[in-house]
C-alpha cells in the first residue's frame, strides 16, 4: 500500500506575504509579464523535490505519479487542473494547464480538495468524513514564483492506523478538541511556508473501513488531543480504545497508531486506559515521541 501513497515536497522559494489577504503586495518580479504572455495561455508549472526537504512517511519516499493532479487558481472562481508529468526518477514533475492574467498562482493538491480562492486567500476544508487515502488527506498548497515554481507545504496534520477488521472508525479527542473544519491561508513566508487561520467544526473524524489496511487521515494543522478516542462500529455492534494521554499537532506531522485491531475492548471505557501509541515525524530524521 506504501507504493500507491501521494505526497508532495519541493525546493524553498523565496515569498512575501502579509497577514491581509486582500492588501497583499505582490512583488513585481513574481507578476507575469504582459510581454510573454497573452491569456488565456498554456503555462508549465514545475515542482521539484531536492534531497534536503525530501520527506518520507514511515521511512518510505512518496514520489509524484502520472495521475497526480493539482488545482492551480488565480482568481474568485477560476481555476484549471493540472495532471503531473513526473520525471528524474518521479522526483520532479511538471504541471501544464490554461491560465488567465493575474497577479499570482496558487496551487492545491490534491485537485479532488474542496478548495477556492477569494481575496488571494485559500480556504481549505478538512471534512469529518474521509476516505482514508492517502492522496485524499495529503493536503497541500503552494504560490508560483517568477519562475512558476510552486513549493508545496503541508497545511494538516495527519492520523495513521492499520486495521484488520471492518467497519466506521471514528477517532476523536476533547468536545472541544475540534480534528475537522476550514483551513484558510493568508499568506506565504519568505520561505514559502502557509500562514493561515483555523475554523474547527468537529470533533470527531471518520472513516468507512471497507477492507483490512492502512488507513490516513487529515487532522485540522493546530489539532489538539486531550485524550484519544476511537470506536469501530458494525453490525449495531461497537468496540472502543481509549488513551488518556495529550498530544499536540503541527502541519505535516504523523501520529502513527500502528496496528490497532487487538486493542479494541467490547466494553465501553469506563476509566483511563493508556495505550502504548507512536507520534512519527515527516522527516528523514527518526525522532520518535512515544504517545
Known sequence: RFMQKKHITFMAA???ALTSCQDRFVPEANRPSEEIFDYPVDVTFHAVNPPALKTVLNYETILWESDDAIKVLWGENKYNEALAKPFYSNQKADFETTVEDAESYYGV???TAASSLSDECLTLSVPSSQTGDFRDANLA?????ENNMMTFRHVVGYIEFTIDMTGIVEISGGASDNLAGTVRVTGFDQSGKPEYEVTGSSSTIKVDVKTSGTYYLAVLPDARLDYLYITLTEGGKTQYIYANTTKQFNPGKL???????ERFSTKRPM??????FTITEFKFDDNNINF
Open 141 to 145: 498548497v503552494a504560490m508560483a514564483d
Open 14 to 16: 523565496c515569498l512575501l
Open 109 to 111: 493538491y490534491p485537485y
Open 255 to 261: 501520529l502513527a497508531l500502528g496496528n490497532i485491531t
Open 271 to 276: 476509566g483511563a486506559t493508556l495505550e502504548s
